[in-house]
């Protein structure tokens, strides 16, 4: 029992220490899933016929999705965004996927021509199909488009879409829609409208309510990032996408107070269940409820939450930290179980230190906790490798390998501890200070050489009797 006792009690803190690497991992993985599908989604236009003008167009919607998405997953956010590819009339270029965001690109040379394709109203694109040769009258014109009759025809063909430019073409764009709107307001009034929405909504970028937003392209990027992906082979270096530009220290603490929480939530559950389960059991019994019980699992839920947390933003942050790159390229390719198993230990032994500095432990109970739990903790880290393997649900496997696994090297932890103790008493082996060698002769040997043995434990001091005697003047 006293063994599974201690089992148990290693993998409640080893539980909070996993959970915040597997979620620093997940963290960083998230954000790579981001760039490689960007790289793969350029990759694609290898070898496309499409001149650069209108090529420029196509790379600048993957490039403003691509990097909102990386965004988006560098602020742990489940907002992403889509292309839709489709070339109906009015359609959306992006659309969110879990918000109701859509944006519509225009790449011209300049910000006068991209204002005015994003202001263009539908009576405009009528005129434009006509002088191209089209036969349709404009009611059979609008009703092939999926317009009504009633529509207006001076409405944006782009209405309530986000308009976005080249980001040095704002200033230019801005100005130009200004004045449009400072005369039309003069000389016809049905068509200010159309442009004050384009005004309202003109961007440089993709943008959520929570923050996320793609980074900006200018027109001459887009050329060249239209010239490169036709050639192909476009890696995350060359675009500049990778964890070490991307991800900064104060995204990695935000991620980091996320899973510490998680964390937290982990360790008191654990930390209270015995007590919940001995009140319970002790109200079966007794039907009575034990005070005393109740006090110590709400003292247990307050101090397992509060060391959870810790833990968990303190592995999350190292991991994520190694993972992105932030702590050199040697570190990226480190297993992050082996991360939670060196945070677990280490934050063992700095609390077990502070506990012999103020006198609660000695040195030597101090060697043989961390003797233990680095056995047990190995065999946690190896169980959890290997469930893994067989439970693909991600937290879920590993978690359960390494709560079997605690138990399990706790149980033969114990079985071999004495084994071993004789050991270094027969061999005089210290076991890193386990086992303390004075090299002192026994009581036996000291009487077989003649010398005298003073047993201080044995000897009783014999107080003199006094007697008092009155003295009768």
Same mark, same amino acid.
């Given at each position: 029992?006293?063994?599974? !006792?201690?089992?148990?009690?290693?993998?409640?803190?080893?539980?909070?220490?996993?959970?915040?690497?597997?979620?620093?991992?997940?963290?960083?993985?998230?954000?790579?899933?981001?760039?490689?599908?960007?790289? $793969?989604?350029?990759?694609?236009?290898?070898?496309?016929?499409?001149?650069?003008?209108?090529?420029?167009?196509?790379?600048?919607?993957?490039?403003?999705?691509?990097?909102?998405?990386?965004?988006?997953? /560098?602020?742990?956010?489940?907002?992403?965004?889509?292309?839709? !590819?489709?070339?109906?009339?009015?359609?959306?270029?992006?659309?969110?996927?879990?918000?109701?965001?859509?944006?519509?690109?225009?790449?011209?040379?300049?910000?006068?021509?991209?204002?005015?394709?994003?202001?263009?109203?539908?009576?405009?694109?009528?005129?434009?199909?006509?002088?191209?040769?089209?036969?349709?009258?404009?009611?059979?014109?609008?009703?092939? +488009?999926?317009?009504?009759?009633?529509?207006?025809?001076?409405?944006?063909?782009?209405?309530?879409?986000?308009?976005?430019?080249?980001?040095?073409?704002?200033?230019?764009?801005?100005?130009?829609?200004?004045?449009? /709107?400072?005369?039309?307001?003069?000389? !016809?009034?049905?068509?200010?409208? !159309?442009?004050?929405?384009?005004?309202?909504?003109?961007?440089?970028?993709?943008?959520?309510?929570?923050?996320?937003?793609?980074?900006?392209?200018?027109?001459?990027?887009?050329?060249?990032?239209?010239?490169?992906?036709?050639?192909?082979?476009?890696?995350?270096?060359?675009?500049?996408?990778?964890?070490?530009?991307?991800?900064?220290?104060?995204?990695?603490? +935000?991620?980091?107070?996320?899973?510490?929480?998680?964390?937290?939530?982990?360790?008191?559950?654990?930390?209270?269940?015995?007590?919940?389960?001995?009140?319970?059991?002790?109200?079966?019994?007794?039907?009575?409820?034990?005070?005393?019980?109740?006090?110590?699992?709400?003292?247990?839920?307050?101090?397992?939450?509060?060391?959870?947390? /810790?833990?968990?933003?303190?592995?999350?942050?190292?991991?994520?930290?190694?993972?992105?790159?932030?702590?050199?390229?040697?570190?990226?390719?480190?297993?992050?179980?082996?991360?939670?198993?060196?945070?677990?230990?280490?934050?063992?032994?700095?609390?077990?230190?502070?506990?012999?500095?103020?006198?609660?432990?000695?040195?030597?109970?101090?060697?043989?906790?961390?003797?233990?739990?680095?056995?047990?903790?190995?065999?946690?880290?190896?169980?959890?490798?290997?469930?893994?393997?067989?439970?693909?649900?991600?937290?879920?496997?590993?978690?359960?390998?390494?709560?079997?696994?605690?138990?399990?090297?706790?149980?033969?932890?114990?079985?071999?501890?004495?084994?071993?103790?004789?050991?270094?008493?027969?061999?005089?082996?210290?076991?890193?200070?386990?086992?303390?060698?004075?090299?002192?002769?026994?009581?036996? /040997?000291?009487?077989?050489?003649?010398?005298?043995?003073?047993?201080?434990?044995?000897?009783?001091? $014999?107080?003199?009797?006094?007697?008092? +005697?009155?003295?009768?003047?």
């Amino acid at each position: 029992m006293e063994s599974f !006792r201690k089992g148990y009690h290693s993998f409640q803190k080893y539980a909070a220490d996993s959970n915040g690497v597997i979620e620093g991992e997940k963290y960083i993985e998230a954000v790579n899933i981001g760039i490689t599908k960007l790289v $793969k989604d350029l990759n694609k236009f290898k070898n496309n016929k499409a001149s650069i003008d209108t090529l420029k167009g196509d790379v600048a919607e993957f490039w403003h999705a691509g990097t909102f998405n990386i965004n988006s997953a /560098i602020n742990k956010s489940k907002n992403r965004v889509k292309v839709d !590819r489709s070339n109906a009339f009015g359609s959306v270029d992006i659309s969110g996927i879990n918000f109701e965001e859509k944006f519509g690109l225009k790449y011209y040379k300049d910000g006068v021509s991209s204002a005015k394709q994003q202001s263009k109203s539908i009576f405009e694109r009528f005129n434009e199909y006509k002088s191209r040769g089209g036969k349709d009258n404009i009611d059979i014109y609008l009703e092939n +488009k999926g317009y009504n009759i009633d529509t207006v025809l001076n409405d944006p063909v782009y209405s309530g879409q986000h308009r976005v430019i080249p980001t040095e073409q704002m200033e230019e764009a801005v100005a130009w829609l200004t004045r449009k /709107i400072e005369k039309e307001s003069k000389t !016809r009034p049905e068509q200010v409208e !159309r442009y004050k929405e384009t005004l309202g909504l003109l961007t440089d970028r993709l943008r959520d309510n929570e923050g996320n937003e793609s980074i900006v392209l200018t027109e001459k990027d887009a050329r060249n990032l239209a010239q490169i992906s036709k050639e192909g082979n476009i890696t995350s270096e060359e675009l500049h996408l990778n964890t070490e530009e991307l991800i900064k220290y104060s995204d990695i603490l +935000k991620q980091a107070y996320k899973a510490g929480l998680t964390s937290a939530t982990i360790s008191m559950t654990l930390k209270v269940a015995p007590g919940v389960l001995n009140a319970l059991i002790y109200l079966i019994k007794t039907g009575e409820i034990d005070k005393e019980q109740f006090e110590k699992v709400g003292f247990a839920a307050v101090t397992g939450a509060g060391e959870g947390f /810790i833990r968990g933003t303190i592995s999350a942050a190292i991991t994520a930290s190694c993972k992105a790159g932030l702590c050199g390229n040697t570190l990226k390719v480190i297993d992050p179980s082996i991360i939670g198993a060196v945070t677990t230990l280490t934050m063992n032994t700095m609390k077990n230190c502070y506990k012999v500095s103020i006198g609660e432990m000695s040195r030597r109970q101090v060697t043989s906790e961390m003797i233990e739990e680095m056995f047990i903790t190995t065999c946690a880290l190896t169980a959890g490798s290997i469930s893994q393997s067989f439970i693909e649900i991600p937290v879920l496997g590993y978690m359960l390998g390494s709560f079997v696994g605690s138990l399990a090297g706790s149980i033969i932890y114990s079985s071999v501890y004495t084994p071993v103790i004789s050991f270094c008493i027969d061999t005089g082996f210290t076991m890193f200070g386990l086992v303390e060698q004075d090299y002192k002769l026994s009581e036996e /040997i000291l009487k077989e050489i003649g010398i005298e043995i003073f047993e201080y434990e044995k000897f009783k001091k $014999k107080l003199p009797s006094w007697k008092f +005697k009155r003295r009768i003047n």
